[in-house]
């Protein structure tokens, strides 16, 4: 069974564009939660989708946003992006009420 | 409001040796408990698990324990290796008490160092 695939791995953008992140689940996944991770920091998480619908979001600005599609293949879109939103955006996809299996990451780096 | 945090940020561990990694949650409703190990370029892998209704559960080399009276959980790695050098996290299942949704709350990370 294949893993939780994100990509693109590595990406470099200017301050002020937007980006967006895909991320395939685990064949039979039906949730797909998304975290940043800065260096020295823990895990921040930003939402989850499930079904096609945001079921948790953290706290975090509006110019961060997500969509899932039918397939359960997920996007995360960060609009203006800031210096500050450099980070390792993971990807984790769960059955119900289990642990997440969590991709390879994308590594922003805004510039 | 509800967290998970973990008490020491780094922890340097003889080869050989134990490792105990702790976390304290602070929320009692929680039912279910998962600790990750992070390694370097990678993203975060699940290693153990527990539920509530256990105080202790065992895998290869690796021992969680769960103490519900002082919400506190913890990872006990056996014969400390030098691949066990990480990133460790620990995160709680918050359920929702109006609906069937549900959250992972993750601690901020303990980084385990191995020396020889």
């Known amino acids: 069974k294949a893993g939780v695939t994100q990509t693109p791995r590595y990406l470099i953008k200017t301050r002020g564009q937007q980006v967006t992140l895909s991320c395939s689940p685990i064949?039979?996944?039906?949730?797909v939660s998304w975290y940043q991770q800065t260096p020295g920091q823990g895990l921040q998480f930003l939402f989850e989708?499930?079904?096609?619908?945001?079921?948790n979001k953290g706290n975090f600005p509006g110019r961060f946003s997500g969509r899932q599609f039918s397939n359960s293949r997920s996007e995360m879109n960060v609009s203006t992006l800031e210096l500050g939103d450099s980070a390792l955006y993971l990807c984790?996809?769960?059955?119900?009420?289990?642990?997440?299996?969590f991709g390879q990451g994308t590594r922003l780096t805004v510039v | 409001g509800e967290s998970v945090g973990l008490h020491l940020p780094t922890l340097s561990v003889q080869e050989g040796d134990n490792s105990i990694i702790n976390c304290a949650y602070s929320?009692?409703?929680?039912?279910?408990f998962i600790w990750y190990k992070q390694e370097s370029g990678k993203g975060p892998q699940f290693i153990i698990d527990?539920?509530?209704n256990m105080d202790k559960r065992q895998g290869q080399r690796v021992t969680v324990l769960l103490n519900k009276t002082v919400k506190h959980l913890s990872l006990q790695i056996a014969a400390t290796q030098p691949g066990d050098s990480a990133v460790y996290f620990c995160?709680?299942?918050?359920?929702?008490?109006?609906?069937?949704?549900?959250?992972?709350?993750w601690g901020a990370g303990t980084k385990l160092i191995i020396k020889p």
């Open positions: 984790a996809s769960s059955p119900p009420d289990s642990e997440a299996f």
């Open positions: 064949s039979g996944h039906r949730s």
């Open positions: 989708y499930f079904s096609e619908t945001q079921r």
């Open positions: 929320n009692s409703a929680s039912d279910y």
């Open positions: 527990i539920r509530s």
């Open positions: 995160a709680e299942i918050l359920r929702s008490s109006m609906d069937s949704n549900y959250q992972l709350i």
